[in-house]
C-alpha cells in the first residue's frame, strides 16, 4: 500500500503551517532542524499508520505542540 504521506511532505506542510498559516518566528539553532525532521518522521508515521488519519490534522496537531515548546 501506498504511503499517504512522506516525510518531505510532511516537513513542508508543518514549516508552511508555522511561518505562513501561523506566523510563527523560530530561531534556527544546532537543535531546530531535528525537532522538525522529528516531527515530520512522527507525522508521517502517524498518518501513515492510523486508519482514518487526516494527514493535515496530525501535522497541525505536532505543530502545536511545536509552538508550546517555542513559547517554554
Known amino acids: 500500500?501506498?504511503?499517504r504521506l512522506s516525510q518531505q511532505?510532511?516537513?513542508?506542510?508543518l514549516l508552511t503551517h508555522l511561518v505562513v498559516e501561523r506566523q510563527i518566528s523560530f530561531?534556527?539553532?544546532q537543535m531546530t532542524p531535528f525537532k522538525l525532521l522529528s516531527l515530520a518522521t512522527e507525522a508521517e508515521?502517524?498518518?501513515n499508520g492510523?486508519?482514518?488519519a487526516i494527514p493535515?490534522?496530525?501535522?497541525?496537531?505536532?505543530?502545536?505542540?511545536l509552538?508550546?515548546?517555542?513559547?517554554?
Open 45 to 47: 508515521e502517524t498518518a
Open 27 to 29: 530561531e534556527m539553532n
Open 9 to 13: 511532505e510532511a516537513l513542508s506542510f
Open 67 to 72: 509552538e508550546t515548546g517555542q513559547n517554554s
Open 56 to 65: 493535515h490534522e496530525v501535522i497541525e496537531q505536532l505543530a502545536a505542540q
Open 50 to 52: 492510523t486508519d482514518g
Open 1 to 3: 500500500m501506498p504511503s
